[in-house]
Nanobody, 123 residues
């Protein structure tokens, strides 16, 4: 079981970015998926989450309307679409899979994690 992330980059405020999280060893579409982020000197925080029935939960109010999750079941990949990025979005972003259960912002409840990818928003 493995989650491999890609897509992090250095971008300017107002830019868009798409992060990918590709799974091997299991079928992503069957499970709850979340994206977390960790900024320097801060704890890891849940950003948003999607159940296998595509019900989304947002845990950071400032990303609502800017960030969305999508899945490509044929590619066994989940994406985080980030629009109108702000400097405060700068962090290492992680995808995570919860095998049993619905969305939660509690990191330790997730079973599998991607390796993380850096997103930096700066002029």
């Amino acid at each position: 079981v493995q989650l491999v992330q890609s897509g992090g980059d250095l971008v300017q405020p107002g830019d868009s970015l798409r992060l990918s999280c590709a799974a091997s060893g299991f079928t992503l579409g069957l499970y709850t998926i979340a994206w977390f982020r960790q900024a320097p000197g801060k704890e890891r925080e849940g950003v948003l989450c999607s159940t296998s029935s595509d019900e989304s939960s947002y845990y950071v109010a400032s990303v609502k309307g800017r960030f969305t999750i999508s899945r490509d079941n044929a590619k066994n990949t989940v994406y985080l679409h980030m629009n109108n990025l702000k400097p405060e979005d700068t962090a290492v972003y992680f995808c995570a899979v919860l095998v049993f259960g619905e969305c939660t912002r509690v990191a330790f409840q997730y079973d599998y994690w991607g390796q993380g990818t850096q997103v930096t928003v700066s002029l």
